[in-house]
């Protein structure tokens, strides 16, 4: 890919040494972060409300105008905020997305109270640390610090901080947004989470922009009969059926393939690796099966952007202890990747389950949306900004395994691309998970990478 490869290595003059903003910048961006991250905006059981009430009273609070900041969404539960920075009306608007829900965290499963603010051993924890509101608190806190020091940027800065990017469904906010109110949002392309910066063994390995993504499909298994008492057990057991379903599951893979983004991704992380590995990467890169096979046992998020993956999520079944099971069923969560149709992925399982017990369907889905195109202007902020904090990093192109508000920017015409610079361990990512948390200094670095990559996407001249 010499394309790729000349975007990536082309690097414009530094920026000044800087990694760190200034005390007070981090100081207002850490107490942002806290009052998200302690709001409790779980997709079934919190509310994005106050997030963005509590977004909206700080840009206030900063001189924004009431007629620049909007409140609202499909309930009232679930509202979004959108606020906009004119510039000179030069060059269209950007647009700086982030998402305000979470997925749900259970206190007994954690070793601390997943909606209190904790800073320990050089890391934040809280739910939300790392998806997403480190990068809805940069937003705000960053377009606050712009107005102060008089920024004049050549477009204007849109932010929007949405709702239920976690659960979607008709809560969704930037799929309401698009709907209701486009124009607040309209763009010339969009920076997002779906990005990420690597580490290893505590070195920085490579910077990553997203410019595609998988997309999801949650299928449902089930199996209905007739039950009984279960001192008369008979082989016709719904669960024994779904249990033999998902063994099957457990047991299989898709095909191995790469695409456009991947094989980019690839090329340019065998040359940051050594040795075999290297050389798996680079001929991964060129769809050598062999070597994709090894590539993709060595990491599962090589395994997961080498193919599309379904896995069980949920299960449920029985209606009493002492009576055979008249309904078993299943979440299967798929993350297909943007080749494979909704018919192809049903098709495969249906034939890999072969029991006629159980039901396979769509239970939901959505929209799959094109890869963002690899823009020049981009990749060289990407770069010139990376290289100015972080020198001898690379910017990797990078399809992302999971779903983000992005898919509905794209399909609604504008460019997307997951952008961050936060920097955690490629082994530890405890997104969704456990105990999730971020890197103190990642989190700050992460404000200044955003602050002047935005600065630079936004210059008059650049």
């Given amino acids: 890919m010499p394309r790729f490869a000349a975007l990536l290595l082309t690097l414009a003059a530094a920026l000044p040494a800087a990694t760190l903003p200034p005390e007070a910048d981090q100081r207002l961006a850490r107490e942002i972060y806290q009052q998200f991250v302690e709001i409790r905006s779980g997709f079934t059981?919190?509310?994005?409300?106050?997030?963005?009430e509590a977004a909206a009273a700080r840009l206030r609070a900063a001189g924004f105008p009431a007629a620049d900041i909007f409140l609202g969404g499909a309930i009232p539960t679930k509202f979004?905020?959108?606020?906009?920075?004119?510039?000179?009306?030069?060059?269209?608007?950007?647009?700086?997305?982030?998402?305000?829900?979470?997925?749900?965290?259970?206190?007994?499963?954690?070793?601390?109270?997943?909606?209190?603010?904790?800073?320990?051993?050089?890391?934040?924890?809280?739910?939300?640390?790392?998806?997403?509101?480190?990068?809805?608190a940069v937003w705000i806190a960053n377009l606050i610090r712009y107005k102060r020091e008089g920024f004049q940027p050549?477009?204007?800065?849109?932010?929007?901080?949405?709702?239920?990017e976690e659960g979607g469904g008709p809560y969704n906010g930037v799929d309401w947004l698009i709907k209701n109110h486009k124009d607040i949002i309209d763009a010339e392309f969009a920076l997002n989470e779906g990005g990420k910066g690597e580490l290893l063994d505590g070195k920085r390995i490579s910077n990553d922009i997203q410019a595609a993504e998988k997309w999801y499909v949650d299928l449902r298994l089930e199996v209905r009969n007739k039950g009984g008492h279960s001192s008369q057990p008979v082989p016709d057991n719904a669960i024994y059926h779904l249990a033999g379903a998902l063994a099957r599951l457990g047991q299989f893979n898709f095909p191995l393939k790469t695409t456009e983004v991947t094989r980019a991704y690839f090329s340019e992380m065998a040359k940051l690796e050594k040795g075999a590995l290297a050389e798996d990467l680079a001929k991964a890169a060129q769809a050598d099966p062999a070597a994709m096979q090894r590539i993709a046992a060595r990491s599962p998020q090589w395994n997961s952007m080498?193919?599309?993956?379904?896995?069980?999520?949920?299960?449920?079944?029985?209606?009493?202890?002492?009576?055979?099971?008249?309904?078993?069923?299943?979440?299967?969560?798929?993350r297909v990747q943007p080749e494979d149709s909704p018919e192809y992925v049903l098709t495969t399982l249906k034939?890999?389950?072969a029991d006629d017990q159980v039901?396979?369907?769509?239970?939901?889905?959505?929209?799959?949306?094109?890869?963002?195109?690899?823009?020049?202007?981009?990749?060289?902020?990407?770069?010139?900004?990376?290289?100015?904090?972080?020198?001898?990093?690379?910017?990797?192109?990078?399809?992302?395994t999971g779903a983000t508000d992005g898919r509905s920017l794209?399909?609604?015409?504008?460019?997307?691309?997951?952008?961050?610079?936060?920097?955690?361990?490629?082994?530890?990512?405890r997104s969704h998970g456990r105990d999730e948390r971020m890197l103190v200094r990642s989190f700050h670095e992460g404000q200044t990478f955003l602050f002047e990559l935005v600065k630079t996407l936004s210059k008059p001249g650049e």
């Fill in 45 to 52: 059981t919190g509310s994005t409300t106050p997030v963005a």
């Fill in 306 to 334: 080498l193919r599309t993956t379904c896995v069980a999520t949920q299960l449920e079944g029985g209606h009493a202890r002492n009576a055979l099971p008249q309904l078993a069923a299943a979440n299967v969560n798929c």
């Fill in 410 to 429: 794209r399909a609604a015409g504008i460019p997307t691309y997951g952008v961050q610079g936060f920097f955690n361990d490629r082994n530890d990512n």
């Fill in 351 to 353: 034939n890999l389950i």
């Fill in 80 to 136: 979004n905020l959108v606020v906009r920075y004119h510039g000179t009306g030069k060059r269209r608007p950007l647009l700086l997305l982030a998402h305000t829900d979470v997925v749900e965290a259970k206190r007994e499963d954690w070793s601390m109270d997943p909606f209190t603010f904790i800073e320990k051993d050089g890391y934040f924890y809280g739910r939300g640390t790392a998806d997403d509101k480190a990068q809805a």
């Fill in 154 to 164: 050549d477009r204007d800065i849109i932010v929007a901080l949405t709702a239920d």
């Fill in 359 to 400: 039901s396979v369907k769509i239970d939901e889905m959505q929209a799959n949306s094109p890869a963002s195109p690899l823009r020049q202007d981009v990749l060289r902020a990407m770069n010139r900004v990376t290289d100015s904090m972080w020198p001898g990093v690379s910017v990797l192109p990078f399809m992302s």
